[in-house]
């Protein structure tokens, strides 16, 4: 019995009404759902294990068999998904399941919203009490008779007796549940309940007397009970959920959800399980009324009945009592509760007026404005255009108001640009819309791509992980390798953050390439350019530049990254050849393009201390290069403390042929400056001519 009071203990602890490894299944173009299935399968406690589909009518035929438990239908022209349930008729596990969809998605700045199933017939229904208020009544009935006649039926009246009494109360357990189900596999499964709770008490009685029927009492009514807490096996932790499923009370859970059209698969162990207990019960009942042929005189059995009676009494008593506690317990944890509608976590900040942008002096007055408090002072500024017409930026370390939630620098920030109007896409922490790890390191943006899909963009941004070395050093921090951020921005939307991926271990090794340090799409492919040096090259030595490729849709898995090595495509990331050398080399953070069938790398020769602005051209996205005479300098300023650096080259804006407009990076060595005027942090537009063929 104390092993039972611990299993009941500890699980109370395991239901906390929180999901284990629930099957689901999200709807939705395979690039998106993807890492939304990874995702969901590594969320701490696992409580989803999680799938995906393209085709909505596949999904609901897994909702249907009982495959799946819910289907998450992603809607990406807008912010908001819809979830259908198999078991909305299951009221603990349906509150679970909306609970912690809506938790992922609100940290993807999406909601949620319930869609009503024709289905879903059986409305605020819960197996689990009917199920152990049937084998609480096939354990009593024993109680009684054994109060009645004592614990061994001597007589064979007596062995009838016992018999009839439960097929009597099988016969009207199935009765009632045909009447209140108006289904005979529900009937049959309740007097099948019966029959095994009653049988498998019987024998624990006749086995080991008092101790036997405690046992009895410990394995049919304490075993289920977590379930009956829990409301569904699903909200059990192991070893609770399996052990559940193996007691009567919750075979016959299983066995009743099959009856009502909730999907057959996995009921041969439920079957087993009563049918055995119940075939146990009866051939140790009936074997025993020959066993017991040559034992005490009546006289002496009336006084062994007379003291059973006064022992039987306390298990009746404790028994009661855990049934009250039980309903009391479900009751109060598992009442009905609505969930709350959960907001869109991204947001825009309040429209700021740009007036028109027709060519560089337009660019340059627009990134004077002071009037956008979320987005005062920023570096990188990549750009792509999207499919509905806007364009979106990406800047590195942003400077916010201190006003506002997480003031001060963030690692990095996105701005939506259309016609007249700026926005700074703003998580409702006020951070970086790519968010950092939880050890501190973060995320520079390098390059970003747009993707056309129906109805919405994918945009993939390319960053690079960054670890703060020296927090007063301007140049006090490592980068530890790439990452991919996917976007989804629907038509006219909000962007979403659908996933952060790492790529490759952290490692500040500068000899690995850093891939997407540029990026460019050209036909099916997406081609990531990654840059790569000596640790501690020769002053003026820039990096080397090396590319490999991926279809985009499945740019944040590197398993299906392939590696130019000079003459093919190889899936080595080790053997990339060099497209352009170190010396002489791009700086780490440049812009790759095509523009007319020919193919410009663009950057700052010899990186962070060299001057000459220069192209590399190709007539292939895999190179050679060749270097192109110097079209512009930058100087980097160092000595006067101000730096411009990273020239970045974009293709899809103000675009005229011959030509094209490049941004360069602005800040200062003396931060309290950049802090009293973050105008010196912003970046600047220069037009510059493409060299000729």
Same mark, same amino acid.
């Given at each position: 019995?104390?092993?039972?009071?611990?299993?009941?203990?500890?699980?109370?602890?395991?239901?906390?009404?929180?999901?284990?490894?629930?099957? +689901?299944?999200?709807?939705?173009?395979?690039?998106?759902?993807?890492?939304?299935?990874?995702?969901?399968?590594?969320?701490?406690?696992?409580?989803?294990?999680?799938?995906?589909?393209?085709?909505?009518?596949?999904?609901?035929?897994?909702?249907? @068999?009982?495959?799946?438990?819910?289907?998450?239908?992603?809607?990406?022209?807008? !912010?908001?998904?819809?979830?259908?349930?198999?078991?909305?008729?299951?009221?603990?596990?349906?509150? %679970?399941?909306?609970?912690? /969809? %809506?938790?992922?998605?609100?940290?993807?700045?999406?909601?949620?919203?319930?869609?009503?199933?024709?289905?879903?017939?059986?409305?605020?229904? =819960?197996?689990? *009490?009917?199920?152990?208020?049937?084998?609480?009544?096939?354990?009593?009935?024993?109680?009684?008779?054994?109060?009645?006649?004592?614990?061994?039926?001597?007589?064979?009246?007596?062995?009838?007796?016992?018999?009839?009494?439960?097929?009597?109360?099988? /016969?009207?357990?199935?009765?009632?549940?045909?009447?209140?189900?108006?289904?005979?596999?529900?009937?049959? /499964?309740?007097?099948?309940?019966?029959?095994?709770?009653?049988?498998?008490?019987?024998?624990?009685?006749?086995?080991?007397?008092?101790?036997?029927?405690?046992?009895?009492?410990?394995?049919?009514?304490?075993?289920?009970?977590?379930?009956?807490?829990?409301?569904?096996?699903? #909200?059990?932790?192991?070893?609770?959920?399996?052990?559940?499923?193996?007691?009567?009370?919750?075979?016959?859970?299983?066995?009743?959800? %099959?009856?009502?059209?909730?999907?057959?698969?996995?009921? /041969?162990?439920?079957?087993?399980?009563?049918?055995?207990?119940?075939?146990?019960?009866?051939?140790?009942?009936?074997?025993?009324?020959?066993?017991?042929?040559?034992?005490?005189?009546?006289?002496?059995?009336?006084?062994?009945?007379?003291?059973?009676?006064?022992?039987?009494?306390?298990?009746?008593?404790?028994?009661?009592?855990?049934?009250?506690?039980?309903?009391?317990?479900?009751?109060?944890?598992?009442?009905?509760?609505?969930?709350?509608?959960?907001?869109?976590?991204?947001?825009?900040?309040?429209?700021?007026?740009?007036?028109?942008?027709?060519?560089?002096?337009?660019?340059?007055?627009?990134?004077?404005?002071?009037?956008?408090?979320?987005?005062?002072?920023?570096?990188?500024?990549?750009?792509?255009?999207?499919?509905?017409?806007?364009?979106?930026?990406?800047?590195?370390? !942003?400077?916010?108001?201190?006003?506002?939630?997480?003031?001060?620098?963030?690692?990095?920030?996105?701005?939506?640009?259309?016609?007249?109007? #700026?926005?700074?896409?703003?998580?409702?922490?006020?951070?970086?819309?790519?968010?950092?790890?939880?050890?501190?390191?973060?995320?520079?943006?390098?390059?970003?791509?747009?993707?056309?899909?129906?109805?919405?963009?994918?945009?993939?941004?390319?960053?690079?992980?960054?670890?703060?070395?020296? =927090?007063?050093? +301007?140049?006090?921090?490592?980068?530890?390798?790439?990452?991919?951020?996917?976007?989804? +921005?629907?038509?006219?939307?909000?962007?979403?953050?659908?996933?952060?991926?790492?790529?490759?271990?952290?490692?500040?090794? !500068?000899?690995?390439?850093?891939?997407? %340090?540029?990026?460019?799409?050209?036909?099916?492919?997406?081609?990531?350019?990654?840059?790569?040096?000596?640790?501690?090259?020769?002053?003026?030595?820039?990096?080397?530049?090396?590319?490999?490729?991926?279809?985009?849709?499945?740019?944040?898995?590197?398993?299906?990254?392939?590696?130019?090595?000079?003459?093919?495509?190889?899936?080595?990331?080790?053997?990339?050849?060099?497209?352009?050398?170190?010396?002489?080399?791009?700086?780490?953070? #440049?812009?790759?393009?095509?523009?007319?069938?020919?193919?410009?790398?663009?950057?700052?020769?010899?990186?962070?201390?060299?001057?000459?602005?220069?192209?590399?051209?190709?007539?292939?996205?895999?190179?050679?290069?060749?270097?192109?005479?110097?079209?512009? !300098?930058?100087? =980097?300023?160092?000595?006067?403390?101000?730096?411009?650096?990273?020239?970045?080259?974009?293709?899809?804006?103000?675009?005229?042929?011959? @030509?094209?407009?490049? =941004?360069? @990076?602005?800040?200062?060595?003396?931060?309290?400056?950049?802090?009293?005027?973050?105008?010196?942090?912003? *970046?600047?537009?220069?037009?510059?001519?493409?060299?000729?063929?």
């Amino acid at each position: 019995m104390l092993i039972a009071l611990g299993w009941i203990l500890t699980g109370l602890r395991a239901d906390s009404g929180e999901l284990h490894e629930a099957p +689901v299944v999200l709807v939705g173009p395979d690039v998106v759902t993807a890492p939304l299935v990874k995702q969901a399968s590594a969320v701490p406690g696992r409580p989803f294990s999680a799938g995906a589909v393209e085709d909505p009518a596949e999904a609901a035929e897994l909702l249907a @068999s009982g495959d799946v438990v819910a289907v998450l239908e992603l809607d990406l022209s807008g !912010t908001q998904d819809q979830l259908r349930l198999a078991t909305a008729h299951r009221p603990a596990l349906a509150r %679970a399941i909306r609970a912690e /969809v %809506a938790r992922i998605e609100k940290t993807r700045g999406r909601s949620v919203a319930l869609v009503s199933s024709s289905a879903d017939r059986h409305e605020a229904r =819960s197996f689990s *009490p009917i199920t152990f208020a049937t084998a609480l009544a096939g354990f009593l009935l024993v109680c009684v008779v054994s109060l009645v006649w004592g614990p061994l039926a001597r007589t064979l009246p007596r062995l009838l007796a016992r018999l009839t009494a439960l097929a009597a109360l099988a /016969v009207g357990a199935g009765v009632l549940g045909w009447l209140l189900a108006g289904s005979v596999p529900v009937g049959l /499964v309740l007097a099948a309940t019966v029959v095994a709770a009653g049988a498998l008490t019987f024998a624990c009685e006749i086995v080991g007397g008092l101790p036997g029927l405690l046992f009895a009492a410990a394995l049919i009514l304490a075993g289920p009970l977590p379930l009956v807490l829990a409301g569904d096996r699903l #909200l059990l932790s192991e070893p609770w959920s399996t052990g559940a499923g193996w007691t009567i009370a919750g075979a016959a859970e299983a066995l009743l959800w %099959a009856a009502s059209g909730a999907g057959r698969d996995g009921i /041969v162990q439920p079957i087993v399980t009563i049918a055995g207990s119940a075939l146990l019960g009866l051939v140790v009942l009936v074997a025993t009324r020959w066993l017991v042929r040559g034992l005490a005189a009546p006289e002496d059995a009336q006084v062994s009945v007379g003291g059973w009676r006064r022992a039987l009494g306390l298990v009746l008593v404790s028994a009661t009592c855990l049934t009250v506690l039980a309903t009391a317990l479900t009751s109060a944890l598992h009442g009905e509760a609505v969930p709350r509608p959960l907001a869109s976590l991204a947001s825009t900040t309040q429209c700021v007026p740009s007036g028109p942008v027709e060519d560089v002096d337009d660019l340059n007055r627009i990134t004077r404005l002071r009037a956008e408090p979320a987005l005062q002072g920023g570096d990188v500024g990549v750009s792509a255009t999207l499919g509905d017409g806007r364009s979106i930026w990406m800047f590195g370390d !942003t400077l916010r108001d201190k006003k506002l939630p997480g003031a001060g620098f963030v690692r990095n920030s996105m701005l939506l640009v259309e016609p007249d109007c #700026l926005q700074v896409v703003l998580p409702e922490s006020g951070g970086a819309v790519i968010p950092d790890r939880e050890d501190g390191v973060g995320y520079w943006p390098m390059s970003v791509t747009s993707l056309d899909k129906p109805g919405y963009a994918l945009v993939v941004v390319a960053a690079q992980r960054v670890r703060t070395t020296d =927090s007063d050093d +301007v140049f006090g921090f490592e980068a530890l390798g790439p990452a991919i951020a996917q976007f989804v +921005v629907p038509d006219g939307g909000v962007p979403q953050l659908i996933a952060v991926t790492d790529i490759g271990a952290d490692d500040a090794d !500068t000899r690995r390439p850093m891939w997407g %340090a540029a990026a460019a799409v050209s036909g099916e492919w997406l081609y990531l350019y990654g840059t790569a040096r000596e640790p501690d090259p020769e002053l003026g030595t820039g990096f080397a530049l090396h590319v490999a490729r991926v279809a985009p849709d499945h740019v944040a898995d590197p398993d299906r990254w392939t590696y130019w090595d000079g003459t093919a495509w190889t899936k080595r990331a080790a053997a990339s050849a060099e497209l352009i050398p170190a010396t002489d080399g791009v700086s780490q953070t #440049l812009s790759v393009f095509e523009r007319d069938g020919r193919w410009y790398a663009f950057s700052k020769s010899n990186e962070f201390l060299g001057d000459d602005l220069v192209f590399w051209t190709s007539s292939s996205p895999t190179g050679p290069f060749r270097a192109q005479p110097p079209v512009g !300098t930058l100087p =980097s300023g160092v000595a006067r403390g101000e730096l411009r650096y990273m020239p970045l080259a974009h293709p899809d804006i103000l675009e005229q042929p011959g @030509s094209v407009i490049v =941004s360069y @990076s602005r800040n200062s060595t003396d931060l309290g400056a950049v802090l009293r005027d973050p105008l010196l942090y912003r *970046p600047k537009f220069i037009r510059v001519d493409l060299p000729g063929r």
